[in-house]
């Protein structure tokens, strides 16, 4: 016998507001622009401009036209009466909405994207056509003398396999295998050797390495073909030979032990160091595309947040490009008029319902994504007023040491906010200040006492520790213990496990690699 059982649950799901302002709230103002202008083109109900601007343009429209003080007032009094909330939170209009909100007629899914697409689908931007780093090695294979179209097809195969920095990390016999498969191309070990040794002739030098040590040498085999000075193939030849027998040495910087293994001075070796120095670990960033060559001068940082110094107040502001004014399309709000209208004279046709759905559909559209951008800026003033208030001795002096401990829960706690929304406005939002552009994340850290009891951050202890290690002696640099007793002496008592914590996070590396010839 089935038995009938009643069960109750309780689900926690984001509305599609929600998921929209999270989304808003992840991007920086840099990207803001470009994602208003995407709802934009998607949305013709929505449009750029304030109710106030578009009533005071009008009006001085009419002036000019010669209209009369009674028909202005009477305009004006309609505006009043029938304004956009007015009409869209209208009883009569969502009842007559709703009874033919399910009608199978209409032409769309409501709430969904165009034309049956997805909202992410229906957003995407076209990709301009530019030339990349593997097609500037593709137009060099015509520089090689190659037997048949085979062996073409083996170089196109090899090149395709060459990373973005540059180096060759597939195996051959991963690379005979691809072309076995994709291009039934029986290929051996000798032919993609063969053709690779020739790739690595191409422009830029090292290009098609399969490791550092082999790019290096690649370089500097390509500079001893380019120079006829005797003193300088000798550098050169030297370089080679530390390179290709002395490598681990190198990298190791066991500089005695290639002075006494080479028989060289301190200064004949420092002069192969410099060499080695100046060539590129990274050979794909030796091509700059033509097209991408005006990028080339650095990314440009958009300011989310402005702090100024107002004779002793700290004063906060939103970059203006975080409020754009947006307003519903005064067009299809009068559409919307019309079919209330004709809905009291009962003169609603099918299609005329069918239209009135799409209309609801984008202005509801338009109305989450105006409100989802006021409440983004509301989100971002809570949050940054919260850190500023919690970090106003930096903001003062803009001594990095006067940074306080601060976590996500602290500024979760003033602001009433969810720990994961602070996360989102922290991790990609920059604020201007008299002492450069911050990062957000910059001003979160953890505690740790000091030995007189007092709270600092962490912060501080990397900036002391980050202080140490760019004054020291390049010739004898300061070990991790070293670095704890200068700390310690200071008044921050230290492992010396979280020292090399703290400079590893600092991207410093050990004592030995961070020694120099002088």
Same mark, same amino acid.
């Given at each position: 016998?089935? *038995?009938?059982?009643?069960?109750?649950?309780?689900?926690?799901?984001?509305?599609?507001?929600?998921?929209?302002?999270?989304?808003?709230?992840?991007?920086?103002?840099?990207?803001?622009?470009?994602?208003?202008?995407?709802?934009?083109?998607?949305?013709?109900?929505?449009?750029?401009?304030?109710?106030?601007?578009?009533?005071?343009?009008?009006?001085?429209?009419?002036?000019?036209?010669?209209?009369?003080?009674?028909?202005?007032?009477?305009?004006?009094?309609?505006?009043?009466?029938?304004?956009?909330?007015?009409?869209?939170?209208?009883?009569?209009?969502?009842?007559?909405?709703?009874?033919?909100?399910?009608?199978?007629?209409?032409?769309?899914?409501?709430?969904?994207?165009?034309?049956?697409?997805?909202?992410?689908?229906?957003?995407?931007?076209?990709?301009?056509?530019?030339?990349?780093?593997?097609?500037?090695?593709?137009?060099?294979?015509?520089?090689?003398?190659?037997?048949? %179209?085979?062996?073409?097809?083996?170089?196109?195969?090899?090149?395709?396999?060459?990373?973005?920095?540059?180096?060759?990390?597939?195996?051959?016999?991963?690379?005979?295998?691809?072309?076995?498969?994709?291009?039934?191309?029986?290929?051996?070990?000798?032919?993609?050797?063969?053709?690779?040794?020739?790739?690595?002739?191409?422009?830029?030098?090292?290009?098609?390495?399969?490791?550092?040590?082999?790019?290096?040498?690649?370089?500097?085999?390509?500079?001893?073909?380019?120079?006829?000075?005797?003193?300088?193939? *000798?550098?050169?030849?030297?370089?080679?030979?530390?390179?290709?027998?002395?490598?681990?040495?190198?990298?190791?910087?066991?500089?005695?032990?290639?002075?006494?293994?080479?028989?060289?001075?301190?200064?004949?070796?420092?002069?192969?160091?410099?060499?080695?120095?100046?060539?590129?670990?990274?050979?794909?960033?030796?091509?700059?595309?033509?097209?991408?060559?005006?990028?080339?001068?650095?990314?440009?940082?958009?300011?989310?947040?402005?702090?100024?110094?107002?004779?002793?107040?700290? %004063?906060?502001?939103?970059?203006?490009?975080?409020?754009?004014?947006?307003?519903?399309?005064?067009?299809?709000?009068?559409?919307?008029?019309?079919?209330?209208?004709?809905?009291?004279?009962?003169?609603?046709?099918?299609?005329?319902?069918?239209?009135?759905?799409?209309?609801?559909?984008?202005?509801?559209?338009?109305?989450?994504?105006?409100?989802?951008?006021?409440?983004?800026?509301?989100?971002?003033?809570?949050?940054?007023?919260?850190?500023?208030?919690?970090?106003?001795?930096?903001?003062?002096?803009?001594?990095?040491?006067?940074?306080?401990?601060?976590?996500?829960?602290?500024?979760?706690?003033?602001?009433?906010?969810?720990?994961?929304?602070?996360?989102?406005?922290?991790?990609?939002?920059?604020?201007?200040?008299?002492?450069?552009?911050?990062?957000?994340?910059?001003?979160?850290?953890?505690?740790?006492?000091?030995?007189?009891?007092?709270?600092?951050?962490?912060?501080?202890?990397?900036?002391?520790?980050?202080?140490?290690?760019?004054?020291?002696?390049?010739?004898?640099?300061?070990?991790?213990?070293?670095?704890?007793?200068?700390?310690?002496?200071?008044?921050?008592?230290?492992?010396?496990?979280?020292?090399?914590?703290?400079?590893?996070?600092?991207?410093?590396?050990?004592?030995?690699?961070?020694?120099?010839?002088?």
């Amino acid at each position: 016998m089935i *038995k009938q059982q009643l069960s109750q649950s309780l689900l926690q799901k984001l509305s599609p507001q929600q998921i929209q302002l999270m989304k808003l709230l992840q991007i920086p103002t840099s990207v803001l622009d470009q994602r208003i202008q995407e709802e934009l083109e998607s949305n013709p109900a929505l449009e750029e401009g304030s109710d106030q601007d578009d009533y005071r343009e009008s009006g001085s429209e009419e002036l000019e036209n010669g209209m009369t003080d009674d028909y202005r007032q009477d305009e004006g009094e309609d505006f009043r009466q029938e304004s956009q909330d007015d009409l869209l939170n209208s009883d009569h209009f969502e009842d007559y909405l709703n009874n033919y909100m399910d009608d199978d007629t209409a032409s769309y899914r409501y709430k969904t994207g165009e034309y049956g697409m997805s909202e992410e689908e229906a957003r995407t931007v076209p990709i301009a056509v530019e030339n990349t780093f593997h097609d500037h090695l593709r137009k060099q294979i015509g520089l090689l003398k190659l037997r048949d %179209e085979e062996q073409y097809k083996i170089a196109l195969q090899i090149i395709g396999s060459i990373d973005d920095d540059g180096y060759l990390r597939r195996e051959p016999s991963a690379i005979i295998d691809d072309l076995l498969f994709s291009q039934n191309i029986v290929a051996s070990e000798r032919d993609v050797l063969e053709l690779l040794g020739k790739i690595q002739s191409f422009d830029p030098p090292g290009i098609g390495a399969r490791s550092l040590q082999e790019c290096l040498l690649i370089q500097i085999r390509a500079k001893m073909k380019l120079t006829n000075n005797r003193t300088q193939q *000798k550098v050169l030849r030297l370089t080679e030979f530390i390179l290709e027998k002395n490598f681990e040495e190198f990298t190791k910087k066991h500089y005695a032990k290639l002075q006494r293994v080479l028989n060289l001075t301190e200064a004949q070796l420092k002069v192969a160091i410099d060499e080695i120095l100046k060539l590129n670990p990274k050979p794909s960033s030796g091509y700059i595309d033509s097209q991408q060559a005006p990028m080339s001068t650095g990314q440009v940082i958009v300011p989310d947040f402005i702090i100024l110094n107002r004779d002793g107040e700290l %004063e906060l502001s939103l970059n203006s490009r975080n409020a754009p004014d947006l307003r519903i399309n005064d067009h299809y709000l009068e559409m919307l008029r019309h079919y209330k209208d004709n809905k009291k004279a009962g003169l609603n046709s099918k299609k005329e319902k069918e239209a009135i759905l799409f209309i609801k559909h984008k202005i509801e559209g338009a109305k989450w994504f105006i409100d989802a951008i006021k409440q983004r800026q509301d989100t971002l003033f809570r949050t940054m007023h919260a850190i500023m208030e919690h970090q106003r001795e930096y903001f003062f002096t803009g001594d990095q040491k006067k940074i306080r401990p601060m976590i996500l829960k602290d500024i979760a706690k003033e602001t009433q906010l969810d720990i994961s929304t602070v996360s989102r406005v922290a991790n990609s939002k920059f604020v201007q200040t008299e002492y450069g552009t911050k990062r957000l994340k910059e001003f979160f850290s953890e505690s740790m006492q000091n030995e007189e009891g007092d709270e600092v951050s962490t912060l501080e202890v990397k900036k002391i520790l980050s202080d140490l290690v760019q004054n020291e002696s390049k010739s004898k640099p300061l070990s991790d213990e070293k670095l704890k007793s200068l700390l310690l002496k200071r008044g921050y008592n230290i492992a010396r496990r979280t020292i090399a914590k703290y400079r590893e996070q600092l991207n410093i590396p050990v004592a030995r690699l961070r020694k120099e010839l002088v």
